[in-house]
């Protein structure tokens, strides 16, 4: 899996949008950006993931830029229940998920 | 989205005790699933790629003969500590391939802690 490298913590404000970057220079063509994250002594929970294209469920946004070097993910309207720690992952998609350390997400009321 | 499930959700024994976990995919089939172990204030750590009918693949550095592996069906496998003791404390937890969707889904994890 390519290494994937995101800021060790961020703040967000209860209602606005939270963007947590996530850097994968070395991530190859047919390698998925894979988003999860893990609240305080859960099992991680899947968000979204994409290829090229920019992707949007019900939880979340994923936007990949171009060159597929770095992604952003977006909670729209961010709530206490949004903190958390979130992972960011390149995967080709049928294989073991390596985990960094991740970003820990605290938003503020 | 797509359910897993652990059983026991925690667990206490003493050392020297065998403990079995239980990783369910309840609603879709999961020819592999993959153990992982956390401690605190880390990341998880990949321990095993569990295979259905087959052996599992173990990472670096896990002692297959301490944590013993079973996927004998599509939906369920088992990882069981031997022997455990107060350094396998930990959270271990599991997760199962969906591959129609391409997508991978954890358990709610297990607390194991070893007295």
Sequence with gaps: DAKTTQPPSMDCAEGRAANLPC?????????????????HSQGPQYII???KNNETNEMASLIITED??????????????DTAVYYCVANFGNEKLTFGTGTRLTIIP | ?????????????????SVKIECRSLDFQATTMFWYRQFPKQSLMLMATSNEGS??????????????????S??????TVTSAHPEDSSFYICSARNYRRNEQFFGPGTRLTVL
């Design chain 1, 23 to 39: 850097n994968h220079s070395t991530i190859s063509g047919n390698e998925y950006v894979y988003w999860y994250r893990q609240i």
């Design chain 1, 49 to 51: 993931h994409g290829l």
């Design chain 2, 1 to 17: 989205g797509a359910v897993v499930s652990q059983h026991p959700s925690w667990v206490i024994c003493k050392s020297g005790t």
């Design chain 2, 55 to 72: 052996k599992a693949t173990y990472e670096q550095g896990v002692e297959k003969d301490k944590f013993l592996i079973n996927h004998a």
């Design chain 2, 74 to 79: 599509l939906t369920l496998s088992t990882l």
């Design chain 1, 68 to 81: 597929r070097k770095s992604s952003t993910l977006i909670l729209p309207h961010a709530t206490l229940r």
